[in-house]
Every structure is written in C-alpha cells, then in structure tokens.
C-alpha cells in the first residue's frame, strides 16, 4: 500500500499559527486593518501609515497594528441566513451556503460564516534591508467563526463519505484544506524599481483579479467567482492558491505586469490504463502538476483593466464524498480503489478513510476584467473562457490533493472532448454616503455540450450535456467605525441542464433543487 499522508490536524494547525502570533506582540503594536483579512503585502503600494500609537487611536482609525516592521492583522465575520434549499452546516465549511447546491433539500435557519470577508489571522512584514529594497513575509491563514475550526472544504467530503445522501451535511471543493496556514506562506524582496519577487503558497493571479474586480470582493454570500473558485483558480477551485510557487509584480507607472510559475510538489500516485487493473500491474506515475500565468494591466484615470492568463496542469476537482452502501453508488466511488471508473482487482493499493476522489484535467484560462472607479458609483465586468481537456499525463491512486489528502479514486479521461466553461460578471456599487455603501452584482456561467456522440435529450441530462447557472446578488454595507460593520442582503442562484447533475457518471444523478434563495444579515471587525 502506498503511504496515507493525512492532513494537518486543525487543533495542531491552531497551535502553530498561535505560536507565530504570540512570539514578540502585543495588541497595541500589531497589524494593518484590510477588506480582505489576508490581504497581499503592500510591496508595491504607497508608504505604510503610521502604526497604533495608543488603545484609543486603534478604536478610533484604522492604523496597522505594527512593530518593527512586522504587522498583525486579521477579521472577524459572522451572520446568521436562511435558504430555500440547503443542508445541515458542517464545521468546516468556510463558505456558508448562498450558491445553489447538488445535495440541498430543504429550507432552514443557519450560523452563516464569512459572509464578506473570510474569518483569520495573519502577520506579515516589510523591513528594509537596503536602500530602496526590502524583505517581505506573510503568513495568513483562515478559521471558521461557526465553529473555531481551520477552514478545510476536503474534511466537508471525507466526514460525509459513505453516507446517505439525505443524510449529508454541507460538502465542497476548495484551496484551503486544514492546512495550519491554509490562504499565503510566502516571503520575498521588494523594490519600487525592479518589483517584487515571493516563493511559497501564494493566490494565483487570478485569484488576485478576482478580488479587484468583482464588484462584491469575493464576498462568499453574495458573489458566484468568490463562492466558486472555478474562475480565479483558471477552471479549478484547488488552483485559487499555488504551493510551491514564484510570483513577481512589477509597476511602471500606470501599467502593472504580473508572472507566476508553480513548481511541481506532492505524489502522482499508482496509474493503469487497464479495466482489469491491480496493485501489482499500476506504475507510479510522477507529478506533472505545475503552471504558470502572466498578467498584464494598467489604469487610465478612473478606468483600469487586467488581462489574466492562466495554464494549470493535473488540476484535481472534488465533486463528492466518497459513495457508499446507502447512496446511489458504483463500485468505483465507494470502498474500492478505482482508476477511470474501474474499480481495482483484489486488494486495495490504500485506504479509503479520510480520502478524496477527484477528477483531473489541464486547464487554460483566459480572463478580462475591467472597472470604472467614479463618485458615488463604480462600475465592473469581466470574461473568462476556461479550456479543460483530459490531462496530457494521468494521475493515479495515491495522488495529493491540497492540504495532502490522497485520492483514492481518480478519472483522467472524463472528458469525450475539451470542455469549454465561460464565465461572465458584470455590477455596481454605490456609495450613499461615506459609511455606506450598495452592491448590485450578476453573475453567470455556461459549458458547452463535451459528450461525444451528443447525448443530450431534456429527460437524460449528463454532466456533459451544456448548461448555465446564473446568480444575482443585492446588498447594502454600513460601517459604523473604520473597523466594524454591519450588512444585510439577498442572493438568488438558478442551474441547469449538465451544470445541474449531481453524481456525473452515466445518466448523472441530478441535483435535488435547481434554485436557492439566501437571505443574510452579519457583522464584520477588521484589524
């Protein structure tokens, strides 16, 4: 049997990112206060304010929480929700439940986590070290206000494996997987002149996009790119954060240009093309999981845009717990090992407890994006058109996923023929007055129809049949100081056609509501 890497365990994880913090602050000498808890490192921005000097001017502004150079800095953001069609929350969701879901099935009040901003803790640094060059650091990472767990979307899969599809609670996908530092690790140097060059777990450039030009910031509630990781991860939600990663940020003037290459990490695991394979007749791969992305962008006075290209190789995509005794199952999604929809012969080469299976793809994305920044509106669009095709080198039982959960099931060929997935957004936020603002956002996606020969009738729907899901989102956001605020707002998302099938395999099992409608009202405090 291959060897089970589990991943990090959230008490541990807790521990270690305590034990960061504590070591050499205080709450009067500490962070910069940000919309987003874990916010870039201001390598490239405008000189840093001046740090909290006293107890009352950190309640009273929003200066950093800074000593020597090292900042603290984190959120705290929790409301309560009702939704037409949704599940018993799980701890370790860290997305709420406002998108349309495959398994929702009935209406309910619930503890709604990290509605516009996501619950966390970090420092970060900026210390010169040379006339005009500087070392950067941050480490970042995200907690669950509804339950004090680190944000971890594979454990929302592993702890709902084998049970009764009635009987689940929330599931999803995601970057952040239990990891003790689950959203940036990384550090770097840093000039004005030459830009800024970070190696560690850094947010892809796309993720970066997606943060500055959706009009609701990645607000989980609210907005479909920020929820759904499909668009900033370039057609994959583990893809919104690389391990293992070179990233370089350069401006001149009005025109920013942005690179960034991953290296390749983790275990291919044990592959086979054979239906009739066994643990003796699979050979072990080796990882081909890097990727790249440029970006290019500028401003010119209240308008600016970015061009975002990505290449994502062997991205892995978790669409369900394992099946089970009590779900509508096939042997190759269950307690079997299975490769390609072919469950293995004789023993298996690992466990199943605490695994994933995943679907593998290489991914090339680009995206356009674009807003007009006026008084009292700013206005917001963009594009994505997202190429996946089955991966040019597999991956097999045994391979990593994010946070080091293995896949014990694996398909490389789901594809008949590239997948084609486009992503359009576009809304408006308005400024009623300096406290208070509202947001008007729509978003939708649509695939094209990749099953060949085309199979697609209104009474079989499969997963590869083209369909569209839409969602619209309205809300309003008061700040009564600079660091705490209220908000309140709707969210309605619809599916349909393949984008609507729950389970993908054969016919497809479809999802049990095709709309939800989410209600939300929360607070926020920032430091």
């Given at each position: 049997?291959?060897?089970?890497?589990?991943?990090?365990?959230?008490?541990?994880?807790?521990l270690l990112l305590g034990a960061l913090l504590t070591n050499g602050f205080v709450l009067d000498h500490s962070a910069h206060a940000a919309d987003r808890p874990?916010?870039?490192?201001?390598?490239?921005?405008?000189?840093?304010?001046?740090?909290?000097?006293?107890?009352?001017?950190?309640?009273?502004?929003?200066?950093?929480?800074?000593?020597?150079?090292?900042?603290?800095?984190?959120?705290?953001?929790?409301?309560?929700?009702?939704?037409?069609?949704?599940?018993?929350?799980?701890?370790?969701?860290?997305?709420?439940?406002?998108?349309?879901?495959?398994?929702?099935?009935?209406?309910?009040?619930?503890?709604?986590?990290?509605?516009?901003?996501?619950?966390?803790?970090?420092?970060?640094?900026?210390?010169?070290?040379?006339?005009?060059?500087?070392?950067?650091?941050?480490?970042?990472?995200?907690?669950?206000?509804?339950?004090?767990?680190?944000?971890?979307?594979?454990?929302?899969?592993?702890?709902?494996?084998?049970?009764?599809?009635?009987?689940?609670?929330?599931?999803?996908?995601?970057?952040?997987?239990?990891?003790?530092?689950n959203d940036e690790f990384y550090g770097g140097v840093s000039s004005e002149l030459f830009g800024t060059l970070t190696l560690g777990r850094q947010r892809a450039?796309?993720?970066?996009?997606?943060?500055?030009?959706?009009?609701?910031?990645?607000?989980?509630?609210?907005?479909?790119?920020?929820?759904?990781?499909?668009?900033?991860?370039?057609?994959?939600?583990?893809?919104?954060?690389?391990?293992?990663?070179?990233?370089?940020?350069?401006?001149?003037?009005?025109?920013?240009?942005?690179?960034?290459?991953?290296?390749?990490?983790?275990?291919?695991?044990?592959?086979?093309?054979?239906?009739?394979?066994?643990?003796?007749?699979?050979?072990?791969?080796?990882?081909?999981?890097?990727?790249?992305?440029?970006?290019?962008?500028?401003?010119?006075?209240?308008?600016?845009?970015?061009?975002?290209?990505?290449?994502?190789?062997?991205?892995?995509?978790?669409?369900?717990?394992?099946?089970?005794?009590?779900s509508l199952t096939a042997p190759y999604q269950s307690t079997l090992n299975s490769i390609n929809t072919h469950p293995i012969n004789g023993a298996n080469l690992?466990?199943?407890?605490?695994?994933?299976?995943?679907?593998?793809?290489?991914?090339?994305?680009?995206?356009?994006?674009?807003?007009?920044?006026?008084?009292?509106?700013?206005?917001?669009?963009?594009?994505?058109?997202?190429?996946?095709?089955?991966?040019?080198?597999?991956?097999?039982?045994?391979?990593?996923?994010?946070?080091?959960?293995?896949?014990?099931?694996?398909?490389?060929?789901?594809?008949?023929?590239?997948?084609?997935?486009?992503?359009?957004?576009?809304?408006?936020?308005?400024?009623?007055?300096?406290?208070?603002?509202?947001?008007?956002?729509?978003?939708?996606?649509?695939?094209?129809?990749?099953?060949?020969?085309?199979?697609?009738?209104?009474?079989?729907?499969?997963?590869?049949?083209?369909?569209?899901?839409?969602?619209?989102?309205?809300?309003?956001?008061?700040?009564?100081?600079?660091?705490?605020?209220?908000?309140?707002?709707?969210?309605?998302?619809?599916?349909?056609?393949?984008?609507?099938?729950?389970?993908?395999?054969?016919?497809?099992?479809?999802?049990?509501?095709?709309?939800?409608?989410?209600?939300?009202?929360?607070?926020?405090?920032?430091?």
């Amino acid at each position: 049997m291959l060897p089970l890497r589990t991943p990090f365990a959230g008490a541990k994880g807790v521990l270690l990112l305590g034990a960061l913090l504590t070591n050499g602050f205080v709450l009067d000498h500490s962070a910069h206060a940000a919309d987003r808890p874990t916010a870039e490192p201001a390598a490239a921005a405008p000189p840093t304010p001046a740090a909290c000097a006293s107890v009352q001017e950190f309640r009273a502004t929003d200066c950093p929480l800074t000593w020597h150079g090292v900042t603290l800095f984190g959120v705290y953001d929790v409301g309560v929700g009702w939704v037409s069609h949704g599940l018993p929350e799980n701890g370790y969701n860290y997305e709420g439940e406002s998108l349309v879901n495959r398994n929702g099935n009935h209406s309910k009040f619930l503890l709604a986590p990290n509605n516009l901003s996501q619950t966390g803790v970090g420092i970060k640094a900026k210390e010169e070290v040379l006339e005009g060059w500087y070392v950067v650091f941050n480490a970042s990472t995200g907690i669950n206000p509804q339950s004090g767990q680190l944000a971890n979307m594979a454990a929302t899969n592993t702890t709902n494996a084998g049970l009764p599809r009635a009987s689940y609670s929330i599931t999803g996908d995601g970057a952040r997987a239990g990891q003790p530092i689950n959203d940036e690790f990384y550090g770097g140097v840093s000039s004005e002149l030459f830009g800024t060059l970070t190696l560690g777990r850094q947010r892809a450039l796309g993720t970066d996009a997606m943060l500055a030009y959706d009009p609701a910031g990645g607000a989980y509630s609210f907005s479909f790119i920020g929820y759904n990781g499909l668009m900033a991860g370039g057609g994959d939600t583990q893809d919104t954060r690389w391990d293992e990663a070179l990233k370089y940020r350069l401006n001149l003037g009005p025109v920013h240009f942005g690179a960034m290459y991953k290296f390749t990490d983790g275990q291919a695991g044990c592959y086979s093309a054979s239906a009739a394979w066994t643990a003796a007749t699979c050979t072990a791969e080796t990882p081909h999981n890097s990727a790249y992305g440029f970006d290019l962008g500028g401003t010119y006075g209240k308008f600016s845009a970015d061009v975002v290209v990505q290449r994502v190789y062997q991205a892995i995509s978790v669409l369900n717990p394992l099946l089970g005794p009590g779900s509508l199952t096939a042997p190759y999604q269950s307690t079997l090992n299975s490769i390609n929809t072919h469950p293995i012969n004789g023993a298996n080469l690992i466990g199943t407890d605490n695994t994933e299976f995943g679907i593998v793809t290489d991914n090339t994305a680009v995206m356009v994006a674009a807003k007009y920044t006026g008084d009292p509106f700013k206005i917001f669009a963009g594009y994505e058109h997202i190429r996946m095709t089955n991966p040019s080198n597999p991956l097999g039982v045994g391979a990593t996923a994010q946070g080091g959960y293995l896949l014990s099931g694996v398909e490389d060929n789901n594809l008949d023929s590239p997948k084609i997935a486009q992503v359009a957004w576009t809304g408006v936020k308005y400024a009623y007055d300096r406290k208070t603002d509202v947001t008007l956002s729509a978003y939708h996606l649509w695939q094209n129809d990749f099953r060949v020969p085309s199979a697609c009738p209104p009474t079989n729907f499969r997963a590869s049949c083209s369909g569209f899901l839409n969602e619209v989102s309205l809300y309003t956001d008061h700040h009564f100081t600079k660091r705490f605020d209220a908000y309140a707002g709707i969210a309605y998302s619809n599916v349909s056609g393949g984008l609507a099938i729950a389970i993908p395999h054969g016919p497809g099992v479809p999802y049990l509501h095709n709309d939800n409608i989410a209600p939300t009202v929360g607070a926020r405090f920032t430091f």
